[in-house]
């Protein structure tokens, strides 16, 4: 198996290896945050496919941050008690109880 300089390879054409880790890096950034976004959208674009009304709807994009925390790293999470029911579903309760306690005539 021969030996393959890059470095000759490069200086051949025109380029230099010193700058190349910081380019990386920069584009794998940029890549993270691209990939961060497309996520967030993806799961927009989910919530407003689903079958449900449209007052649960907007409460669950309501809910549905994205933060920046700096440093090349995201977060995207639910806010808000309603929006995380909707997510991980309710407990089981008696719907006597609650029709019982309403106030609607």
Do not use: C, T
């Amino acid at each position: 198996m021969a030996d393959i300089s890059l470095k000759i390879r490069a200086e051949q054409l025109g380029k230099s290896l010193e700058n190349l880790a910081p380019e990386i890096e920069q584009e794998i950034n940029e890549a993270v945050k691209n990939l961060s976004h497309a996520a967030y959208s993806a799961m927009i674009a989910q919530v407003q496919s689903r079958n449900i009304n449209d007052s649960s709807r907007k409460d669950y994009l309501n809910g549905l941050k994205f933060m920046d925390l700096g440093n090349n790293s995201y977060m995207i999470y639910l806010e808000g008690e309603w929006a995380n029911k909707l997510e991980s579903g309710f407990g089981s309760y008696s719907m006597k109880q609650v029709l019982l306690e309403s106030k609607k005539i």
